[in-house]
């Protein structure tokens, strides 16, 4: 059975920091692409970070780049996303998503498997 289990979410103060988690089982971590999507109250769901396991590269939308970092433990089979600064705009909830394409992948119809997502709500 495959899962992603994303953990991490909260509130916190404009400038403040999370560190999310996504922990997975039941797929072959290494030929995955794993990304963060997030979706706001009204909005459509959007492509945060993806990190492909099997080359290593990783990627942002322009909105949060120098500000959250994509990390891979694949021993633990579990992603972090790391999140800087954090503003307003940035509370939604978080998923964490798998793709077979394995390279960057950055439309949700590219995504396999999905998490429950976790809440971040960045109060200003």
């Known amino acids: 059975e495959v899962q992603l289990v994303e953990s991490g979410g909260g509130l916190v103060q404009a400038g403040g920091s999370l560190r999310l988690s996504c922990a997975t089982s039941?797929?072959?971590?290494?030929?995955?692409?794993i990304s963060w999507f997030r979706q706001a109250p009204g909005k459509e769901r959007e492509g945060v970070s993806c990190?492909?396991?099997?080359?290593?590269?990783?990627s942002y939308v322009d909105s949060v780049k120098g500000r959250f970092t994509i990390s891979s433990d694949n021993a633990k089979n579990t992603v972090y996303l790391q999140m800087n600064n954090l503003k307003a705009e940035d509370t939604a909830v978080y998923y964490c998503?798998?793709?077979?394409?394995?390279?960057?992948?950055?439309?949700?119809?590219?995504?396999?498997?999905w998490g429950q997502g976790t809440q971040v709500t960045v109060s200003s």
């Open positions: 039941g797929f072959t971590f290494h030929d995955y692409a």
């Open positions: 990190i492909s396991n099997r080359e290593g590269d990783t």
């Open positions: 998503a798998a793709s077979s394409i394995a390279t960057i992948a950055s439309m949700v119809s590219e995504y396999d498997f």
